[in-house]
């Protein structure tokens, strides 16, 4: 079954950049929305990015549009989100999740985390000075 893991969280500076990726194992992506989501203390996780599974369609959050970059390598079975402008409240544990879409679905994709039923460990970003 389809396993992700994320990876490239660090501690970065405001106004930095830096790159997440989501590696998949288990399963090719192909047939799969990729999703990323991140959670900071005392706030309810957030959908901020998603790609769908024919790459042709992405959505971002209003906090990340501009800033943000999903992206796919189908080669690798692997998710990017580059990330630049970083701002203190970009600081969070950020999640990729994935969900199987079919037929016409497949040139869509959203950023309810109710809708994704493959989920990463997380990896931790924080922007400070």
């Known amino acids: 079954q389809l396993q992700l893991v994320e990876s490239g969280g660090d501690l970065v500076q405001p106004g930095g950049s830096l790159r997440l990726s989501c590696a998949a194992s288990?399963?090719?992506?192909?047939?799969?929305?990729i999703a990323w989501f991140r959670q900071a203390p005392g706030k309810e996780r957030e959908g901020i990015s998603c790609i769908s599974p024919s790459g042709s369609s992405t959505n971002y959050a209003d906090s990340v549009k501009g800033r943000f970059t999903i992206s796919r390598d189908t080669a690798k079975d692997t998710i990017y989100l580059q990330m630049n402008s970083l701002k203190p409240e970009d600081t969070a544990i950020y999640y990729c999740?994935?969900?199987?879409?079919?037929?016409?679905?497949?040139?869509?994709?959203?950023?309810?985390?109710?809708?994704?039923?493959?989920w990463g460990q997380g990896t931790q970003v924080t922007v400070s000075s």
């Open positions: 288990g399963a090719t992506l192909d047939y799969y929305a």
């Open positions: 999740a994935a969900v199987p879409r079919v037929g016409t679905l497949r040139f869509s994709c959203n950023i309810l985390p109710v809708r994704y039923n493959y």
